[in-house]
């Protein structure tokens, strides 16, 4: 007897795929604004006082925030391609032991 | 004691348009794709469990970085506009005559600065009203409560304010953003489409406007008939007056209470400046008529302007080098379609 359908290791790989695909394209472009706006940030020599001291505080707390975003989707990203790895060689395994046994 | 603040407002600028068009256009629309992929993915079966993904976590912190350098970026087009509209020197000096420019860098109180900010950050309504300012021109007040001059386009180099969007129901319009969209069209040509089914010219009487600009319609319009839709406006001879007027009697007859599947829906997006060149409060109001089809409730242009992205959506307000921009509510359940040839 092999090993039931309900019993037998289960994972959407392809909307894993898709997902970590996503994750990483929208790390990137969250990456990719960050440098923007840090750079401009650099580019407003000429803007003084109160306010602009509150816009370089707000941009820094902002890029560290947006920058743990990236770092998770990527890191989520990463995740989920080890799941579907992991998924091909437990399903690999169960059918070696499904051969075996019949 | 007062504090002052100074800048250079085309820097500003700049730094609020660093963000390159295909980046702020991707994190737009991947976020809807995201979306879809997540909830899928939690549906999939897991036998083991391998891991465990939070839709609403990884869509919360992807929405808070997003609309944290949004917040960013619109507040220092907001300070750049300040500056120009109420910085010491942004103004040609009383009694001045000659060529003048600004200087490059201005100062400004910064109690000053702080209450014009913000003005811009109040609840936003979609509530626009109108006036004729100085000059005959028409205006349009923004959210943050000043006065901005109506005008066709957006001025070159100019980064939105903000941007209203209203979508309006003839058998429930409201008076002001109706009107909004047809100036608009009358003013700009925007539509090709020859005018269709103005109202009748004595329906013109029954509608007025009141102090405050709004256009009001009479208890006597009960009466009249026709058309069963507002005037499309767009034929060149139509002067802005003429047009005005035919808005007047669309309102009537749509003030008579259509069935509200057969009433023409009219999109506004009023989108606020302030001209680099001038220093001056500019609008553009961008209107179509749509209608929703019985069978699947989209939303149809057919006729007048949105600005669309690539997939046929409302866009947000345009950075002045891209066609990207903020995605307007068109009404539950609805998408919007721009037929293929519209202008």
Redo the contacts between chains.
């Keep these: 007897m092999g090993i039931p359908e309900e019993d037998r290791v289960q994972f959407p790989v392809a909307v894993a795929g898709q997902l970590a695909d996503e994750l990483d394209k929208l790390a990137g472009l969250l990456d990719r604004a960050n440098q923007a706006r840090a750079d401009a940030g650099n580019r407003v020599p000429d803007y003084r006082g109160a306010f602009a001291d509150a816009y370089h505080r707000r941009l820094g707390t902002h890029l560290t925030a947006s920058g743990d975003t990236v770092a998770r989707y990527r890191s989520v990203a990463a995740q989920l391609r080890a799941a579907v790895d992991q998924h091909h060689r437990d399903r690999a395994a169960e059918n070696r032991q499904f051969s075996a046994s019949g | 004691m007062s ?6 407002p085309a ?2 600028e ?3 348009a ?3 068009g295909d ?2 256009s ?2 737009q629309w ?2 809807d ?2 979306a879809d ?2 909830a ?2 939690a ?6 469990e ?2 465990s ?1 939070d839709p609403q976590h ?1 869509m919360d ?2 929405r ?3 609309g ?2 949004e917040g ?2 619109a ?2 087009v907001r ?1 750049a506009a300040a500056f120009r509209t109420a910085g010491n020197g942004a103004t040609r000096p009383p009694g001045f005559v000659g060529p003048w420019m600004p200087p ?2 201005l100062s400004m109180d ?1 109690a000053a ?2 209450s014009a ?1 913000s003005a811009w950050l109040g609840p936003t309504t979609a509530d626009v009203s109108f006036r004729k300012g100085a000059g005959g021109a028409w205006e349009v007040r923004g959210p943050d409560g000043n006065w901005f001059r109506m005008v066709d386009s957006p001025p070159p180099g100019a980064l939105p304010l903000a941007q209203v969007e209203k979508t309006v129901d003839f058998a429930n319009p409201d008076f002001g953003m109706v009107l909004s969209a047809f100036i608009l069209i009358g003013l700009t040509g925007g539509q090709t489409q020859p005018m269709d089914r103005a109202a009748p010219r004595e329906a013109y009487q029954y509608v007025h406007f009141d102090d405050q600009g709004y256009p009001v319609a009479g208890p006597e319009v009960a009466g009249l008939s026709q058309p069963v839709r507002p005037p499309v406006l767009g034929d060149a001879s139509v002067s802005k007056i003429e047009a005005i007027g035919m808005v007047q009697g669309g309102l009537a007859e749509a003030a008579k209470g259509m069935s509200a599947r057969n009433a023409s829906m009219v999109h506004t997006q009023t989108t606020f400046y302030v001209d680099p060149r001038t220093n001056q409060r500019v609008a553009v109001v961008d209107g179509a008529q749509i209608r929703y089809d019985n069978d699947t409730n989209d939303a149809i242009v057919t006729s007048g302007r949105l600005h669309v992205d690539g997939r046929g959506r409302p866009s947000l307000v345009a950075r002045p080098d891209t066609n990207t921009s903020s995605q307007p509510s068109i009404g539950p359940s609805t998408t919007l379609r721009i037929p293929a040839k519209e202008d």
């Excluded at chain 2, 504090?3 to 250079?8: G, V």
């Design positions: 504090t002052t603040s100074s800048a250079d820097q500003l700049a730094a609020a660093a963000v390159p980046v702020a991707g994190l991947e976020p794709t995201l992929l997540l899928r993915f549906r999939g079966e897991q036998v083991p391998r891991i993904v990884h912190i992807l808070a970085a997003i944290g350098g960013i970026d507040e220092l300070v490059r860098i910064d600065l702080q900010v």
